[in-house]
Every structure is written in structure tokens, then in C-alpha cells.
């Protein structure tokens, strides 16, 4: 049974069963036979199941760079707004694969096996802060400044987390709480980081009380 997939044939069909049948094939044999081909196939581009979960996050993350890549404007923006656009893009592709996420990451029996399956996009979001070269105070030591490049890019990651949790929980029209959420929780970590001003932290808590504390 010689019947050849790409790597992203073998992504969209996993995703594709696990919404049709909401678990994971019994085997990767199983999956491959019905996929027409050898089980040696799979293992060209993926170990395990778990490898392949990991790769549709970072999937959905390289979707996102190619279509910002697509926008002449995007590339003369300044840090922030970069990332701004990154998070409305990101969750676009997202929103188009909503069915799939919820199932991916509602698992609230096993919260360390949500966060394997975001490992690879963590790596590749975290590179790409750090690409940014976003600018920060300076810090007089050498070793102090490692680790203040480090903690920006978990708390960019953490952030992102954050605003993913509040996209799954969110059930206005066209997720437009989410969009609010993305600008105001953006323009707050980067006016900490500047540490001119507490209006934005201000603006981003009366937003969340009311959303999450007097809607409840």
C-alpha cells in the first residue's frame, strides 16, 4: 500500500478525526490504514500522536507569520503594534479552527498534557518576541539582563496563554471582547515595561471586573 502524505495531509486528516470521532485513533496503524497508506509513512513526519498535537499549535503559528509576512505594513510597524497584529492574526487562524482547539485544550483533568501539546508554539512564540528586540530599561549587570530577557519572554508567553483562555470563554459576537481584551492587555504590558504610566493597567482592570466579576 504504497500512498504517500504530506505533512500537512496527515495534520488535517488527525484533526479532521478527532472532531468527527472526539478521541484520538486507536493506533497510529489504525490511523494510517485509513488514510490509505503505510504506517511508515507517519513516522517520516511524526513519532507519536503527541508529536503530531504539538506540530497543529505550531502549525497555526507559522500560518499566522505567513500571512502577516503577506502585509507590506505590518513590517514598518514598531514593536507593539507587531505584536498587536500578531494576536489578531493568531486568533483569526484560530477562530477558523475553533472546533478543534476547544477539543485540544478543554481537557481539565490534565492540565500538564494541554500545556505539552503548546510546547513547539511556545518555542516559536518566544523566538519571535525575542526577535522583536523589544525595548526595555536597562539593568547595569550583565547577568541581570539575561534574566530580564528571559522573564519578558515568559510573561509574553504567559500572556498569550491568558488571552487564549479568555478566547475559549468568551461567547460574544465574533469573539469582539476578545479583540478589546488583546488591545488593552498588549498596551498594558508595554506601558509596564516603559513604566510611564498606570492608565492602561487601569483601563485593562475595570475591563476585566466587569467582565468576569459583575457578569457572574
Do not use: C
Not at 484533526?15 to 490509505?36: I, Q, T
Not at 485540544?104 to 505539552?116: F, G, M, P, S, T
Not at 547577568?143 to 479568555?166: D, M, N, P, Y
Amino acid at each position: 500500500m504504497e500512498n504517500k502524505k504530506t505533512r500537512d495531509e496527515i495534520l488535517s486528516a488527525y484533526m479532521n478525526h478527532l472532531l468527527e470521532k472526539g478521541l484520538r485513533p486507536a493506533s497510529v496503524y489504525a490511523f494510517a490504514r485509513d488514510l490509505e497508506m503505510e504506517e511508515a509513512g507517519f513516522y517520516k513526519h511524526f513519532g507519536s500522536f503527541e508529536a503530531l498535537e504539538k506540530a497543529v499549535f505550531k502549525a497555526f503559528f507559522d500560518q499566522s507569520m505567513q500571512l502577516l509576512a503577506q502585509n507590506k505594513e505590518y513590517h514598518d510597524f514598531d514593536a507593539k503594534n507587531k505584536v498587536i497584529a500578531f494576536y489578531y492574526t493568531f486568533f483569526e487562524v484560530l477562530k477558523a479552527n475553533r472546533s478543534y482547539v476547544l477539543l485540544a485544550l478543554n481537557d481539565k483533568k490534565d492540565k500538564l498534557k494541554v500545556l505539552a501539546s503548546l510546547s513547539e508554539l511556545k518555542k516559536a512564540f518566544s523566538e519571535y518576541i525575542a526577535g522583536l528586540e523589544i525595548e526595555t530599561p536597562k539593568l547595569p549587570h550583565d547577568k541581570i539582563e539575561k534574566v530580564k530577557e528571559r522573564s519578558l519572554r515568559e510573561s509574553a508567553w504567559a500572556q498569550l496563554l491568558f488571552t487564549l483562555r479568555f478566547w475559549i470563554e468568551d461567547t460574544s459576537a465574533d469573539f469582539e471582547k476578545t479583540d478589546v481584551f488583546i488591545e488593552k492587555s498588549v498596551n498594558t504590558a508595554f506601558a509596564l515595561l516603559d513604566a510611564t504610566t498606570l492608565n492602561s493597567v487601569f483601563d485593562l482592570g475595570k475591563f476585566l471586573y466587569h467582565e468576569k466579576i459583575m457578569s457572574n
